[in-house]
């Protein structure tokens, strides 16, 4: 069973701060990594993608890859009460199948 | 406007009466999906299609249905619903090319009694 892990939260950082978000995977054969984040009540929304080992910036958010460590992280930079939410880390694998963890749910104290 | 739209948005039914949630996407995408989303589980897919006539088993395809005659639309049935379906779902829809970045839609929340 193909397995997509992370914190669950919540994650509380106060405003101005870096949150950091982990992900790890256990199907080795993965090949596009995506971060998605979804508001309350809301459907999720894609932040990054990424394909290739080490880092991928956009903006204040940076997604980092090591695919030896089956490990992606995703970083935001001064943080902002409406970066609030939960974050999504989904894996593609053969064909269209995707996985998708639980979720870390983020909180940016003002 | 590019969107996926699903219909209804909200739907209170009872055990074994037939069902079907649509699913529209107007991007021309050629991949589509159809995902739940449940308290502590996350999401997870029940059923993709690559292309018209085309679909895939997700990572929970049982006690559900699709089917994908048009490009642009791809319904979910639930011939026999159940009270472990009631449920978050999201379609979502991709290009074929790329790295698939999926568009979601809005979400059905399905209770069944």
């Known amino acids: 069973q193909k397995e997509v892990e992370q914190n669950s939260g919540p994650l509380s950082v106060p405003e101005g701060a870096i949150a950091s978000l982990n992900c790890t995977y256990s199907d080795r054969v993965s090949q596009s990594f995506f971060w998605y984040r979804q508001y309350s009540g809301k459907s999720p929304e894609l932040i990054m993608s990424?394909?290739?080992?080490g880092d991928k910036e956009d903006g204040r958010f940076t997604a980092q890859l090591n695919k030896a460590s089956q490990y992606v992280s995703l970083l935001i930079r001064d943080s902002q009460p409406s970066d609030s939410a939960t974050y999504l880390c989904?894996?593609?694998?053969?064909?269209?199948?995707?996985?998708f963890g639980p979720g870390t749910r983020l909180s940016v104290l003002p | 406007e590019a969107q996926v739209t699903q219909n209804p948005r909200y739907l209170i039914t009872v055990t074994g009466k037939k069902l079907t949630v649509t699913c529209s996407q107007n991007?021309?995408?050629?991949?589509m999906s159809w995902y739940r989303q449940d308290p502590g589980l996350g999401l997870r897919q029940i059923y993709y299609?690559?292309?018209?006539?085309?679909?895939d088993k997700g990572d929970v395809p049982e006690g559900y249905k699709v089917s994908r005659k048009e490009k642009r639309n791809f319904p979910l049935i639930l011939e026999s619903p159940s009270p472990n379906q009631t449920s978050l779902y999201f379609c979502?829809?991709?290009?074929?090319?790329?790295?698939?970045?999926?568009?979601f839609g809005p979400g059905t929340r399905l209770t069944v009694l």
């Open positions: 989904a894996v593609k694998g053969r064909g269209q199948n995707f996985v």
């Open positions: 991007m021309n995408h050629e991949y």
């Open positions: 299609s690559m292309n018209v006539e085309v679909t």
């Open positions: 979502a829809s991709s290009y074929g090319q790329g790295g698939n970045e999926q568009f």
């Open positions: 990424i394909y290739s080992n």
